[in-house]
């Protein structure tokens, strides 16, 4: 078959790239020299990438594999029509940028343009991108490695940016004449061209578009890595400059999570400076260092908290009130004060710490510098070390930081990191990597880069170093006695007998299971107790249909004896149960005189004084010595002084390790488990469990392998490790919840009652008719704490202040398929109404307003106390929710526009087939339409019954979220009570 002349042609004319000439105008016709190497093809909102290979004779760059971008709207003729003005200024920013001389810089290779088609040509990132490195490590905890390249990249990318910046000026001066700032009188538009336009060798460019997706990784030969900013996307933000931005509706390609606030004050005309990439900046290391810190989970959860009442990802900024500046985000700023606050790693000098308050100091700044020339010209050349400016004592925060600042920062902070490590002593670098490494909790082997799984952010378990206890301990019980019985070396295989314990980064992987078949071949004084003092046991009764538990009775039917009158005279010894004569002899031997158990000082049977005692809890586990957790005997039978497993060790000698005197090294089995040990142990699972520990001054657990000691500092292991997580410190205060409530977060407080509450949702009674009560002491000291009213689990602070409706917002968990009413018949002075998770069995969450961004319902919703007002005993005399009941339909919902979860999903309407109904609890702020708005609300149902107020009785079926269009608000609602 013949081809025409003018089509065949194009075979024998592919171009040839070559670096003496950067940009390309093929004809519609010609033949692109790309062999496609991978079929995944890598889309965006303005274009693909290819990965591509380029025959050696038609390219003379080093580059083996090419990243060819094509530049592609699909939108209207004014998007097409801005990708064509915006790309002769893109190619002349790209090829100057070329000539800029910064490893972390992407330099682009040739712009080509054929037809409408653009492309950019670009050496390929074989490491893939910094986002997509993240998520590769879903949980981990700090170490050196980690947070040393990520203080090395961030001064490359800073150092980048300084480049991009100030480039061609010979001290990186400010200049009055920064032709990065746009002028306030040009249309946005023309500004973002004008910015381009005016690129010099003397001018600066920003970015404009940083996120962790556009900074990626390159190996070199030696398999060291690079992360490089790519992607200046210039057309990108000129086609944005050109949609409608007075349109709410109107598509807004590309994540705004890392905009800065300026970025709002475009449609106004409001000038935007290269400090815009400076705010971007402090997004990515935020993330960077969360990720450090607890991995990509974390990030994820830290991600959902940016998650708008629309379910789509935020910006790090919030306006509260319109028509005022921005401030920082909620979620950001609670999620900075939380690690500075509690992290083990921000409890001392550390390099992470210098950064975090880097990025809230300086980075994630909403203020600006002033324009004045006088300012401006006060940064210092390129190489002087200037000292950042610090927040003021009244509070007033500084400017936002320059590349130039940023730079020197980070160069700070790695300086004073080089230097510590340098001057450390072999001994002390051993100890530096266990206390960067002591957040890891190894499942399989020591060293396993597993962890244990998060249950919640305040639950994730940490190992500050605590050597000094460790020393005191050892000096005071002697060093031999603690010394196991044979110092033998053991036998070892080759790659055991090479391990370099000294190296400050020795860390082994390897699960449990492989070293257990290597192994094959691998060879207190007693104190005079006060009269006054008591210990108070915890235990777990067991089975008590299979068991007759011991106990005392008004009057025992059994013939035992085991009745009130016959235990004042003497309790038999050898009719007591094991667990208890252990409880007993710790007792007697920790110099105790009196021991409180449950089952013997409160008369059990329904005409025992139960109920008159169990209000009395809260003293009895507050005022004891200590307790006495019994956690590895499941029953009153087992006990817990039982023979433990003998923890596995070797021995080995290593000359260098220590002094040189050729010490035994003892490597031990890792057998510091509080969470699985404890927490999640049968004992721990029991509902009345939870407020006795919380009350409790000190506990000692007796578990299966050791025993734990927990007070308000910490958890102290029989090992002498220190192990402490937030919420553990929450339950174990002594003066439970003192501590908490000293963080200046409302929101971290609010967080801290939810999260008591879900983990005592999920807890086991032998009685549920207890769940009201075995949480009452707790409930009395939180309503204390907050200053506030309240009952069944449901805190008032005031009117409009929204603790009362974050309260009521609870809902069942997505764990649970259905909550189980709880039948009070029994025991009807313990019932508590349909709006208190109380009232249900099974375990719940809490459905979460944002913060600062929903009005609170104050005339639709009033508590029973605003009538009653006092204690709980009063609170607890009125059951009435009164409220406004409104209509809902949502049959024509969209996806993501109404969310509702239903307490016992079966049950949807009321007994006599009525639809439900909803009572608004809180709408979304903002200057959205009415119907737009979206609404917190409570579903109800109705009842046949009527209350003393003639108003019409409702119980509590879920809640929800909806916009405002599927509600009846033009109608003044329905009055009644929810009960």
Partial sequence: MEYPFQISQWKFVVPVLSTDRFRYSLEPEQILPFTLLDDVVKQGAFGRVYRVGIHHSHIDHPAGEIAVKQIIVSGSKEEQKAINDAWPNEVRALQIIKDIDNAHLIHCIAAIERDKSRYLLFPWANGGNLKEHWEKEPRQAPNEANIKEALTQLKGLAGALRCLHYFGRANDSEDPSDTSMEDASEPDVNAIISE?????????????DLKPENLLWFFDDQKRRCLKIADLGLAK??????????????????TVLYEAPEAQTAA??????????????????????????????????????????DRDYGPYYAFDTPGHPPTLHPAVAYWMTYILNNHPICQRDSAIKDL???????????????????????????????????????????????????????????????????????????????????????IHGFGAKELAHYTSQLEDWEFPIDNMFAQQVVLSLGHNNLMPGSSTSATLCHRCRNLDFSNPSFCLEESSDKLERSSESCSAHPFNAYTPQYIALSHRWGDTNKHRPFCTRLKDTSGRGHDLESFKRIIPFDQVPQTFRDAIETTRRLGVRYLWIDSLCIIQGDDGDFGTEAKRMEDVFSCAYCVIAASRASNQLEGFLKERPKRRFLATHQSGLAGGHGDPLYICEAIDNFGRHVLDGDLNRRGWVLQERALARRTVYFAETQTYFECGQGVRCETLAKTQNN?????????????????????LKIRYFQDLYRRYSKLEFSHIQDRPVAIAGLEDRLRRAY?????????????????????????????????????????????????????????????????????????????PWSVTPGGSEQSRSSRHLRVVVRHFNVARRQPGEVDLVYDTPERKASSDGQRPMCVVVAREKGGKSVTEKRYYVLLVSGTPEMASSSQKVF?????????????????????????
């Fill in 787 to 863: 200053g506030s009213k309240g009952g069944f689990g449901i805190f008032d602070d005031g009117p409009g202040h929204g603790l009362l409706h974050r309260s009521l917002l609870w809902q069942r968990s997505t764990d649970e398929e259905a909550l189980e009413p709880i039948d009070f018949s029994r025991h009807p002075e313990r019932a508590a109404p349909t709006w208190s998770w109380m009232a249900f069995r099974g375990a719940i969450d809490y459905l979460d307003p944002p913060f600062h961004q929903v009005q609170w319902e104050k005339r639709e919703v009033e508590p």
């Fill in 727 to 747: 919420l553990a410190d929450f339950l174990g205060d002594a003066r439970f919840p003192d501590k908490a409530f000293r963080a200046s977060s409302r929101g």
């Fill in 196 to 208: 381009y336009s005016r690129v010099t060798l003397d001018g600066s460019i920003r970015h404009g």
């Fill in 237 to 254: 933000r000129h086609v944005i400059a050109t949609q409608d931005r007075s349109n709410p509706t109107a598509t807004r390609h590309g």
């Fill in 955 to 979: 119980t509590r079926l879920g809640v929800g979220s909806m916009l405002g269009k599927y509600i009846e608000l033009e109608q003044n609602g329905q009055a009644g009570v929810v009960r």
């Fill in 356 to 442: 975090l308050k880097l990025v809230q100091e300086r980075l994630l700044v909403v203020q600006l510098p002033p324009r004045r020339p006088t300012t401006l010209q006060n940064h210092r050349a390129r190489g002087v070390q200037s000292e950042l400016p610090s927040i003021t004592p009244d509070g007033s925060v500084s400017y936002r930081a320059t590349s130039i600042d940023l730079e020197n920062a980070i160069d700070k902070i790695l300086y004073r990191l080089v230097r510590i490590d340098e001057t450390f002593s072999l001994r002390n670098k051993i100890l530096r990597y266990l206390e960067l490494a002591s957040g890891w909790h190894p």
């Fill in 268 to 309: 106004t005309n409001q000038p935007r400076s290269r400090q815009y990439d400076i705010w971007s900046v402090g997004c990515i290391t935020l993330e960077w260092i969360i990720w450090i810190l607890y991995g990509n989970d974390q990030l994820k959860s830290f991600y959902d908290d940016l998650k708008g009442s």
